[in-house]
């Protein structure tokens, strides 16, 4: 339970809201019927209970779009309905409901929900005293969404860079071992699926730790942007390369054969020595290590064979290339 309220920032704040709802509404609710106002005491209620049933919506479903969607609903509408029945008292409970719907929903679908609650209330009338009072109260509630909605949309276009960045490995640029893990396993989903033949090839540079020792952490990070440079000019658009870490990389290929495979990493090697050199100016190779994915297999018994066909290609001398061994096959 922690660990989602943590993660999940959505479902953390429909929480927090139906906490607060209860401990809130609650008693105003008990005072209303006490008083003997029923339509406010009903109406106090339905919206908590329509709170509730949304907090346990998301918590049972994971679905906090829709849940966040219903609650930003019913806590502006709610606010706007309690509006019209107690008038400027119940209008108090409209400007902390016009700044939770932006983070219960989409920027935009909540400022259509706070603008929709406020042209309900003009358009009813009975919720103000004055023309004056109401001007001011509508004047100020736009003013309100307005820089709620622009606070919003930074937040989810900051949210959406971070979360890019996060995918990303910031010397070469291509996906880090992160983003790797989740596009296996849907390229094993979509092989059970649509049928799709993968091939995942574990590339790993030949000593490289000599680049290092010899010229310097700088100069092994060149030639690490340089090989994955080279390796973008000879895949697909449809292959995706990963670092998977220090100087090994993976490529997830779909939708390849044992036979077009193996011209594409040959013509790779070929042009790896021919042009990645060291600054003594010897050659930089590679060692490949290959698995197509077979019917049934786990994501993490393709990597593990893929992997030591990279293993047998350093001891056969490394700069070769190795095939997977087929009887190693575990199911997902
Ligand atoms: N410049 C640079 N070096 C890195 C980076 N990440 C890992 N390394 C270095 O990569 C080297 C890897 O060394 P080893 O695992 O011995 O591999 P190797 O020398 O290529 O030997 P083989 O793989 O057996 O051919 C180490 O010296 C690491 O410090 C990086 O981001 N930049």
Redesign the pocket.
């Known amino acids: 339970m922690y660990y989602r309220l943590r993660n999940n920032f959505r479902l953390s704040i429909i929480t927090l809201l139906g906490a607060s709802a209860v401990l809130g509404i609650t008693p105003f609710a008990v005072y209303r019927f006490w008083q003997g106002n029923l339509p406010a005491g009903f109406a106090d209620t339905g919206i908590l209970l329509s709170i509730c049933m949304a907090v346990v919506y998301a918590w049972r479903t994971g679905d906090t779009d829709r849940a966040g969607f219903v609650l930003a609903l019913v806590a502006v509408g709610g606010g706007a309905t309690v509006a019209t029945l107690l008038g400027e008292v119940g209008l108090f409970w409209l400007f902390p409901s016009l700044i939770t719907s932006f983070f219960l929903t989409s920027a935009l679908i909540a400022v259509l929900v706070n603008f929709g609650a406020l042209g309900f209330l003009l358009a009813e009338g009975t919720a103000f005293s004055s023309q004056e009072q109401m001007w001011s109260f509508v004047t100020t509630a736009i003013v309100v969404s307005c820089c709620a909605y622009v606070f919003a949309l930074r937040n989810d276009s900051q949210r959406e860079r971070l979360e890019h960045l996060a995918t990303l490995d910031p010397?070469t640029g291509v996906k880090n071992r992160r983003s790797m893990d989740q596009e296996l396993a849907a390229a094993v989903l979509a092989s059970q699926r649509n049928g799709v033949s993968y091939a995942l090839v574990v590339l790993?540079?030949?000593?490289?730790?000599?680049?290092?020792?010899e010229f310097g952490?700088?100069?092994?990070?060149t030639?690490?942007v340089e090989f994955v440079d080279l390796l973008v000019t000879h895949i697909r658009k449809s292959d995706q390369l990963f670092r998977f870490?220090?100087?090994e990389f993976v490529l997830l290929m779909p939708g390849v054969d044992e036979r077009g495979l193996d011209v594409v990493m040959n013509n790779l090697q070929h042009s790896l020595r021919r042009s990645l050199k060291s600054p003594g100016g010897q050659a930089v190779t590679a060692?490949l290590g290959i698995a197509l994915l077979q019917d049934g297999e786990s994501a993490a018994s393709w990597m593990a064979r893929a992997d030591d066909a990279l293993y047998r290609a350093?001891a056969s001398g490394?700069d070769c290339i190795i095939y997977a061994d087929l009887s190693a096959v575990a199911s997902g």
């Open positions: 010397l790993d540079l030949d000593h490289f730790k000599r680049i290092n020792d952490h700088s100069v092994g990070d030639v690490l870490g220090g100087e060692s350093k490394r």
